[in-house]
């Protein structure tokens, strides 16, 4: 694939064109075919890290290649698995670059193509959200593809709150994730599917009502 010059965040008014647009059946690359999304889980490669709050994103990823007997694969930067949600081909990736560099394990997608399923601290714990652009919100792997790609991109947000008076954020996110936290992964796993049958609009009227 070639490589895909860096881009700078579009406005309100784009974003919401790319809402509309995202995976319509009308949308088809130049062979004619639709494109299939690639689900970004994000995350830190290795057993330390497994089940700290930053690898929520893993564990979305690894929840989906569960229920759609995905096998994973070592790719350039990347561990994949192809998967069918429903009537859609995807693709499930876990970058291996660290979180820090997520960007490089991506940087050959098209930003339109992703949905990027990550930690968010701005969001109560066990909370899960869909959004389309926006900014970094101090997330590092979120800051590395849109580094790369700019922030034409879904994502799926899994809160995992603030931490505690007198705890670093590194040592909050890179520490154990609380249960109510662990508990939000299937739910946030069916987001990405309702994400890739009925597009992000209808996935943020679903998913982002207060309850």
């Known amino acids: 694939m070639r490589m895909l010059p860096r881009r700078a965040p579009r406005d309100r008014t784009s974003r919401l064109r790319l809402v509309r647009a995202f995976f319509r059946a009308d949308e088809r690359n130049e062979g004619g ?8 889980g994000l995350g830190n490669p290795g057993r330390s890290y497994e089940r700290t709050r930053h690898n929520a994103g893993y564990l979305v990823a690894d929840e989906l290649a569960k229920r759609h007997d995905g096998s994973w694969r070592k790719r350039k930067k990347t561990e994949a698995a192809p998967v069918s ?5 995807a693709t499930l990736l876990k970058p291996t670059t660290f979180m820090n560099n997520s960007g490089s394990a991506v940087s ?11 930690d968010d601290l701005d969001l109560d714990a066990g909370t899960v959200r869909v959004k389309v652009g926006g900014g970094a ?49 299937p739910k946030a796993a069916d987001a990405v599917e309702f994400i890739v049958e009925h597009g992000p609009a209808a996935a943020m009227n679903r998913f982002n009502v207060r309850t």
């Open 33 to 40: 075919s639709i494109r299939s999304p690639f689900v970004v």
């Open 85 to 89: 949600l429903g009537l859609n081909d």
């Open 108 to 118: 050959d997608y098209r930003p339109d193509d992703l949905i990027v399923v990550h």
């Open 137 to 185: 919100g101090g997330h590092n792997g979120l800051r590395s593809i849109i580094g790369r790609l700019g922030n034409d991109f879904v994502r799926v947000r899994i809160g995992v709150g603030r931490p505690p008076v007198g705890m670093s954020v590194t040592d909050y996110v890179l520490s154990r994730m609380d249960s109510v936290v662990k508990d939000a992964i």
